[in-house]
């Protein structure tokens, strides 16, 4: 902010109104949260999406044009069902991570807030390492070799992860209708840590 303002701080005293909430700013504007409960969420909005596009490939134009205006459908989406299928992977991952650490099957550290909430707090630097292993899947899937068939097979990582915010972005804007609260959270949160 100071080179775009060309501000000099040189012998310059700096002054903060209500410096108390400096750190706690701080420490939020550099925090990315996602709960347990947003990938929940964004699994469902998924399923969702799945059948939204099954009942759009299987009616007629007639049925189409009614049901869009009976029930607020979309004609057309702009995602396709097979992204949708693409998406599952490293969410169930990174959501089958999580939930082995919260229930303390690993190493990292879990802190309880409450009795209802509890959390990972993980370095800035340790982030992306974390998320890249998290969202890997330990199952074998043989459809999900083919890097071909499924790009995100291993998780997400530097490589794709611009494509797969790229499909959620489509998926956010197909549920557009509908209230939405586990991909727009998740989506905002892979955007913060990784472009």
């Not at 509890?118 to 370095?123: F, Q, R």
């Amino acid at each position: 902010m100071r080179s775009v303002l060309k501000l000099s701080l040189e012998n310059a005293a700096i002054i903060f109104d209500e410096a108390h909430n400096i750190e706690q700013i701080a420490e939020e504007g550099s925090s990315y949260e996602l709960s347990f409960l947003n990938l929940e969420t964004a699994l469902k909005e998924i399923e969702d999406l799945k059948e939204l596009h099954r009942k759009i490939s299987t009616v007629n134009s007639f049925d189409k044009k009614k049901n869009k205006y009976e029930l607020d459908m979309p004609e057309t989406l702009r995602s396709l069902p097979e992204e949708c299928q693409l998406l599952s992977t490293p969410i169930t991952s990174f959501k089958n991570k999580i939930k082995k650490i919260l229930n303390g099957e690993s190493p990292y550290v879990v802190n309880t807030y409450n009795k209802d909430e509890k959390g990972i707090l993980l370095e800035a630097k340790d982030i992306l390492d974390f998320i890249e292993k998290s969202s890997k899947s330990t199952e074998v899937n043989y459809f999900e070799l083919d890097k071909k068939k499924n790009p995100y097979a291993d998780g997400w990582n530097i490589s794709n992860l611009k494509d797969y915010i790229d499909i959620l972005q489509k998926v956010l804007e197909d549920l557009s209708f509908a209230a939405i609260f586990g991909i727009d959270k998740l989506l905002l949160f892979l955007s913060e840590i990784f472009v």
